[in-house]
C-alpha cells in the first residue's frame, strides 16, 4: 500500500512539483495550502508522514509543529526558505525528525522522508523489552514507558535512545551515535544529536537538569547509565 505524504505549504507550485515527484516514486501525497486546512486533514485522516513549511500564510509552522508533535508521533519533515542553524535547531526541539531548506532537489527531500519513514517502520522486528529500573523501552511498539506511562518521543529520538541503551555503559561520541544511527545526514559540526539528546532527557528523566539515564562526559560524548533509580 502506497504510504500517505501530507504536505501543509502555500506554495502552489513547489507543491504541485513534489507531488508530481513524489507521486511517481510511489506515495499518495495530500497537499494543504494552510495550517488550517492541515490540521482540518489530521483530524480525519491517517499519514505516514508530514511535510511542514516554517512560513504558513495563517500559521506559524513551528506551533504548528509543536501541536501536532503533543498529540501525535507522526514523521515530521520541516521545510522553510530560512537556513539559518538556529532554525534548524528549534525545529529539532520541538519535535520535528528532520529539516530540509529551500531551494532543494526533490531526490533530497525523497531522500529524507523515505529515511524517516523507515526509522518509524523499523518496529516490525521482534518485539522486545529493554527494562531499566522504572523505564522500559519496548522495541517492538517502539514505546518508550517511565512507571508504565507512554512518553512521547519522535522516530528518530527513540532510534538514538534505543542506540545507547543497548549499549548501556558504554561511552559513544556524537560521530559514534552518527555512524550507528544508519542513514541519517547530520554534521558533525551542528547541535543535532545534542538537541534530541536534551528532548529525550525532557521526556524520560525526572530532572532533565540532572540527568541520571542519559549521562554526559565533557568532551567526550554520552552514555547511558546501566543502574537508573538506585
Same mark, same amino acid.
Given at each position: ?103 532543494? $532537489? ?5 531522500? =529524507?522522508?523515505?529515511?524517516? %519513514? +523507515?526509522?518509524? @517502520?523499523?518496529?516490525? *522486528? !521482534? ?77 524520560? $528523566? ?5 540527568? =541520571?539515564?542519559?549521562?554526559? %562526559? +565533557?568532551?567526550? @560524548?554520552?552514555?547511558? *547509565? !546501566?543502574?537508573?533509580?538506585?
Amino acid at each position: 500500500m502506497a504510504e500517505r505524504i501530507l504536505m501543509i505549504d502555500d506554495d502552489n507550485r513547489l507543491a504541485g512539483m513534489v507531488s508530481d515527484y513524489l507521486g511517481g516514486a510511489g506515495f499518495r501525497v495530500t497537499v494543504a495550502g494552510t495550517g488550517r486546512d492541515g490540521e482540518a486533514h489530521l483530524k480525519r485522516e491517517t499519514f505516514d508522514a508530514v511535510i511542514l513549511d516554517l512560513m504558513l500564510p495563517d500559521a506559524d509552522g513551528l506551533d504548528l509543529c509543536r501541536k501536532l508533535r503533543a498529540t501525535s508521533d507522526v514523521p515530521i519533515l520541516m521545510l522553510t526558505a530560512r537556513g539559518e542553524p538556529m532554525d534548524k535547531v528549534v525545529g529539532l526541539e520541538i519535535g520535528a525528525d528532520d529539516y530540509l531548506a529551500k531551494p532543494f $532537489e526533490p531526490r533530497e527531500l525523497q531522500a =529524507r522522508l523515505r529515511a524517516i %519513514l +523507515r526509522r518509524k @517502520g523499523s518496529g516490525t *522486528a !521482534k518485539s522486545e523489552t529493554l527494562r531499566f529500573g522504572r523505564l522500559e523501552i519496548d522495541k517492538g511498539a517502539r514505546v518508550v514507558r517511565v512507571d508504565g506511562e507512554e512518553r512521547a518521543i519522535t522516530a528518530y529520538q527513540f532510534a538514538l535512545l534505543l542506540v545507547l541503551a543497548e549499549r548501556a555503559g558504554r561511552v559513544l561520541s556524537r560521530d559514534a551515535l552518527m555512524d550507528l544511527l544508519k542513514g541519517e545526514k547530520l554534521e558533525a559540526f551542528d547541535r543535532s544529536v545534542d538537541v534530541h539528546i536534551s528532548r529525550i532527557r525532557a521526556a524520560i $528523566e525526572d530532572d532533565p537538569k540532572k540527568p =541520571r539515564r542519559i549521562l554526559t %562526559l +565533557r568532551g567526550t @560524548g554520552y552514555v547511558f *547509565a !546501566k543502574d537508573q533509580d538506585r
